[in-house]
């Protein structure tokens, strides 16, 4: 029971961090990446950072692709492992997003 609070309260904390987190402003051109059966909508800057959208907002953002695009998003570093845990990586997630404009 005490494990089951421990693990309430730090997902308790993490939702709070989450709603806290401020918005940043991101521009760069809207693109797929990945494969054709597991697409990623990905905003890539003029210095080559990528931000990949949250599944949840790929409808809302799939009719700028192609353009470049300036959002206020907030962001969440989803770490990922490969299979093998030979390594990991840190993939910036877009979980929420305001559309601003399109600089094309």
Do not use: C, H, W
Not at 8 to 30: D, H, N, W
Request: glycine letters at 4%.
């Amino acid at each position: 029971m005490e494990k089951i609070k421990k693990i309430a309260t730090v997902l308790l904390i993490l939702q709070i961090s989450l709603i806290f987190t401020p918005y940043k402003e991101i521009r760069g051109r809207l693109t797929l990446v990945g494969t054709a059966r597991f697409p990623n909508l990905v905003i890539i800057t003029n210095e080559n950072e990528r931000y990949y959208f949250d599944e949840g907002l790929k409808k809302d953002f799939m009719k700028y692709l192609g353009r470049n695009v300036t959002v206020k998003a907030k962001i969440k570093n989803n770490k990922l492992t490969l299979a093998d845990n030979s390594k990991t990586f840190i993939r910036p997630t877009i979980y929420k997003a305001k559309f601003i404009s399109t600089n094309n």
